[in-house]
C-alpha cells in the first residue's frame, strides 16, 4: 500500500469514528445528564462508564479524585483498560479548580481528546510494509512533550514533510488537545498519532520491523546531516527542559546532534524536529532525483 492510499484509509476510518462520536452516549442516574458534558470533558461516573462502553468518544484521560469509592469504579478501570486510556488520581482540590461550581462531577472527569488516536500496533505494522520499498517510512516519537503548542506544530511539519505518523506516551506528555488541533492547523486530520505505554518497548518494536531508531541529544558525536535518512527511520525527540530519559538514548540504534554556535543549549523540540526532518526530507529528495 503507498502512503497516499495509507494515508486515505486513515482519514476515512477517522471520518466514520468522528461521525459515530458525534452521538451523545446514554445517560446514567449517577449523574446529571445536564452537568455531564462541559467545556469538552465528561462528569460523573455513569456518563463516563457508558463513553467507555460505547467507545464513541476519543477519550484522552480520566482523572478521579483521591478518595473516591463507588461500586461503578471497578468497572470503569477495567472498562478504560480494555480502551487503553488512562487513568489518574489527583487531589480533591484539582477538581474544583478544573470544574468550577455548579457541575456534579462525583470526582470523576474523562478529558475528550480532540481526535482519535491511532491504535499503535495497527501503526506499526503499516509502516512496517513499506521499510523495503522505495518509499521507506519516516516516524516520530516524542519523549514528554508537554507544551500542546510544540506537539501541534510537530504535527504539522510530520504532515509538511510526507511524514508517517507519531508516537507519544501516555503519561507525562500532552495528548491530542483543542489546543494542539489548533496549532496543528488542520494536519491533525492527515497525521496518525498513536499512544504508547513505554518509549523503551517502543524502540525494540520499531527494531523488529527494520527501522532504524534514531535519538536526537546534545552528547551525541554525529550531526544530523551525516545520518543516511533515506532507510526506514524513527527519529526520537525529547521535551522541553529534560530532552530524551536516559533509557531511550540508550537503547536507539545512534544518537545525532544538531550543531549550536550560540549561547543557548538546546531548541524548542518543534523546531529541532523541523530541522531534522527537513534534511530528512532533502536526502530522500536527491536520492529519488538520481533514481528517475
Not at 489518574?88 to 480532540?114: L, W, Y
Not at 523503551?200 to 545520518?227: G, S
Not at 529534560?242 to 518543534?270: F, K, M, Q, Y
Request: net charge neutral; glycine share 8%.
Amino acid at each position: 500500500m503507498s502512503r497516499n492510499d495509507e494515508r486515505k484509509r486513515f482519514r476515512a476510518a477517522r471520518e466514520k469514528s468522528d461521525s459515530r462520536g458525534r452521538e451523545t452516549p446514554a445517560q446514567s442516574s449517577d449523574a446529571d445528564p445536564a452537568d455531564s458534558n462541559v467545556r469538552g470533558n465528561l462528569y460523573g461516573i455513569g456518563p463516563v462508564v457508558e463513553a467507555l462502553r460505547a467507545g464513541t468518544r476519543p477519550i484522552e484521560h480520566i482523572t478521579i479524585a483521591e478518595g473516591v469509592q463507588n461500586h461503578r469504579l471497578s468497572e470503569l478501570f477495567e472498562l478504560a483498560n480494555d480502551a487503553n486510556v488512562p487513568v489518574r488520581r489527583a487531589p480533591r482540590s484539582s477538581f474544583a479548580r478544573i470544574v468550577g461550581s455548579g457541575v456534579n462531577h462525583q470526582g470523576v472527569i474523562a478529558n475528550i481528546a480532540a481526535a482519535r488516536y491511532r491504535d499503535a500496533s495497527e501503526l506499526l505494522d503499516a509502516i512496517a510494509l513499506r521499510v523495503e520499498t522505495t518509499d521507506p517510512p519516516l516516524v516520530v516519537a516524542l519523549d514528554g512533550v508537554e507544551d500542546p503548542h510544540n506537539l501541534g506544530a510537530v504535527i504539522r511539519t510530520v504532515e509538511c514533510v510526507g511524514g508517517d505518523g507519531i508516537f507519544i506516551p501516555e503519561r507525562r506528555s500532552v495528548g491530542l488537545t483543542e489546543t494542539v488541533a489548533k496549532s496543528a492547523a488542520g494536519a491533525l486530520e492527515y497525521v496518525a498519532v498513536a499512544r504508547v505505554t513505554n518509549l523503551a518497548r517502543l524502540i525494540e518494536q520499531l527494531k523488529e520491523r527494520n527501522i532504524w531508531t534514531v535519538a536526537t541529544c546534545a552528547d551525541a558525536t554525529i550531526d544530523y546531516t551525516e545520518w543516511d535518512w533515506t532507510a526506514a527511520s524513527a527519529v526520537f525527540f525529547g521535551g522541553e527542559g529534560a530532552g530524551l530519559h536516559r533509557l531511550v538514548r540508550e537503547r536507539c540504534d545512534a544518537r545525532v546532534r544538531i550543531p549550536l554556535r550560540g549561547r543557548i543549549a538546546s531548541l524548542n523540540v518543534s523546531v529541532a524536529a523541523g530541522v531534522v526532518l527537513y534534511e530528512a526530507l532533502r536526502q530522500r529528495s536527491l536520492k529519488a532525483a538520481g533514481s528517475s
